[in-house]
């Protein structure tokens, strides 16, 4: 009979492990065969009763385990139970260099008295205890704001295929900035990107679902690609992509865990169907499961301070970032906070003053030619604000095709003032650290804007909303044409004047992609490459992927596939 693990036993001494839990259990298969069990917080130890116990003994570190259950057995006459536990841990490839994570179970029968009962609540015992022990020990779990973006800042990369993570949108906004922060960020920015809905805004992983189901291109799969060495270049062709597999996966969820390569063939998916809770999650577990990698656009923006975030999803002042902001209080009724919040802020809806300008798709400098520096001749449009701004000459890297702009506003007038563009290259420090990618786009936030760009002439906005994904939320399918991919910033804004039920309309039918149908004329869309938003109101919030930045100009520009995602 097995000895009760509640009982102490010197013999959990003798094998030099001081347990959180011990016991003696017999093999599943031969009764005649006993093992000692010692669970402590951070491994299960194993060891087989004989005359040479040290030359049985095996350890199993508890950030390899991902599961253990209790059972019944087969036999109805068998009074004893089993518990099994599953760990990945790395182990030797057979008749291969290296090693790899491969699957491996410890079952033990549990047999302490001769009631069933007994026995399976023990065995459930010690299986809850493996669990919980093992949730403990999750190797990347984020603790405060930006612990994430420490991490991946000091994380050696190397070992991991991707990085996943299981949160919201502000987590993967942290690792992304954490990444960019990096000496090798563009190695480090190369790691594939992927995304568990975890949070109330899931905008991402509802927008990498619509993508999986559509949208509208053939996603080709190229195997065998260099995950972690950096060496892989961005193709021309938005329609080509990677494949990983689940050997090597770090997710990292309010953690950051383990992927091999291979080689598929192309898919083509009808029209997409929202998801959301289980379905949502289920979705881009199947999409992580197939391994899919393909570009993602950044964006970069810069602050009054000069501080410089890179961004995934979107840049918002006014309605949207009200409600974003303001409805942190519902957080724990989940997505249904934005709803709250949206209803709070329609009943005492705000206009806000400031200026807008933006540079269309169409205008766009052919690649490789940029217009000659020339010497400012009017005001910025910043000189009327009580900021003082240094020129940031910040970098970045052009578009990679042209596309033609749709516009829905003609109350546009053209700035005459000229600016020097920087050209577009990748500078080297001294110390041998690449600068991050320059934003040949953006002059200095000091100065004016090129007389390329569209100034829009309306001055009083309820809201400005800068998206580059399809949605901004689970249920708010804001840019119906969006791909992550397509090398453009989805600008909407919505001018003062416009009532309430108006506005309520508009969100009502963003959930269906329609709202670009209702004919509202204070609703203006544009596709753009870079923009400069200059709040003139006194208070307000600015979000960046729905975190709140500091309050005054800023301007942003996209970077056509900097980051890589597993988008299925």
């Known amino acids: 009979m097995e000895k009760d693990a509640s009982e102490p036993d ?11 839990l011990y016991g003696e259990f017999t093999d599943m298969l031969n009764d005649r065969v006993r093992y000692s069990v010692s669970l402590t917080e951070s491994a299960l130890t194993i060891q087989k009763i004989s005359s040479s116990p040290g030359r049985t003994k095996v350890v199993f570190n508890l950030t390899d385990c991902v599961g253990c259950r209790a059972y019944r ?9 089993y518990f099994t536990a599953y760990f990945y841990p790395f182990k030797r490839r057979w008749m291969s260099a290296g090693v790899a994570r491969q699957r ?4 033990f029968r549990v047999a302490l008295v001769q009631d069933p009962h007994a026995n399976l609540q023990e065995a459930e015992r010690w299986a809850c205890a493996i669990r919980d022990a093992s949730v403990l020990q999750a190797p990347r779990r984020d603790e405060h704001q930006n612990h994430a973006r420490e991490l991946v800042k000091k994380a050696d990369l190397s070992q991991w295929d991707a990085l996943v993570i299981m949160s919201g949108d502000g987590l993967l906004f942290e690792v992304i900035n954490g990444l960019m922060e990096r000496e090798d960020w563009q190695e480090a920015i190369q790691t594939p990107l992927g995304i568990l809905p975890g949070g109330s805004g899931n905008a991402l992983a509802a927008s990498v679902h619509h993508y999986s189901q559509g949208g509208a291109e053939t996603v080709e799969q190229t195997g065998n690609a260099s995950l972690c060495t950096g060496s892989f270049q961005a193709p021309d062709n938005s329609q080509r992509s990677d494949v990983i597999g689940l050997e090597n996966l770090h997710i990292m969820s309010d953690y950051i865990l383990p992927c091999s390569c291979g080689t598929g063939r192309p898919s083509t998916c009808p029209r997409s169907s929202p998801a ?5 999650l289920l979705s881009c577990g199947f999409m992580l499961c197939k391994g899919l990698v393909g570009s993602m656009d950044l964006v970069s923006i810069h602050l009054a301070s000069r501080q410089r975030l890179f961004s995934f999803l979107s840049l918002a002042w006014g309605f949207v970032a009200d409600v974003d902001i303001e409805s942190e209080k519902y957080r724990h009724v989940g997505a249904i906070r934005f709803l709250m919040g949206t209803l709070v802020r329609l ?9 807008l300008a933006y540079l269309p798709v169409n205008e766009t400098p052919p690649k490789g030619k940029h217009p000659p520096p020339s010497t400012p001749q009017h005001p910025s449009l910043c000189s009327s604000l009580p900021c003082q701004l240094i020129p940031n000459a910040s970098p970045n890297r052009n578009s990679r095709r042209n596309h033609n702009s749709t516009n829905s506003n003609r ?17 080297t420090q001294s110390d041998g650290k690449t600068e991050e990618p320059v934003d040949s786009l ?5 100065q004016p804007v090129p007389e390329s760009w569209t100034v829009v002439k309306e001055e009083d906005f309820v809201l400005v909303l800068a998206i580059y994904q399809s949605h901004l939320a689970e249920d708010l399918w804001t840019a119906p044409g969006a791909m992550a991919d397509d090398g453009l910033i989805h600008l909407f804004y919505v001018t003062a004047g416009i009532s309430r039920p108006a506005l309520l309309r508009l969100f009502l039918a963003m959930e269906k992609g329609a709202h ?24 307000g919030m600015i979000t960046v992927d729905g975190e709140m930045v500091e309050y005054g100009p800023v301007q942003a520009q996209i970077h056509p596939g900097l980051a890589r995602l597993i988008c299925g």
């Open 10 to 20: 010197p013999s959990h001494q003798r094998n030099g492990v001081v347990g959180v």
């Open 73 to 81: 057995g087969p036999d109805s006459a068998d009074v004893g139970a």
């Open 104 to 107: 491996v179970e410890q079952c």
């Open 276 to 280: 959301w809770n289980e379905e949502l």
């Open 347 to 355: 009943a005492s809806l705000r206009v806000y003053q400031g200026r």
């Open 411 to 427: 109350n546009t007038i053209t700035n005459s003032s000229n600016n020097a563009i920087t050209s577009k290259r990748t500078e």
């Open 442 to 446: 953006l002059p200095g936030l000091d």
């Open 516 to 539: 670009m149908a209702c004919g509202c004329p204070h609703l203006v869309y544009e596709k753009v490459k870079a923009l400069r938003l200059e709040p003139v109101s006194p208070q």
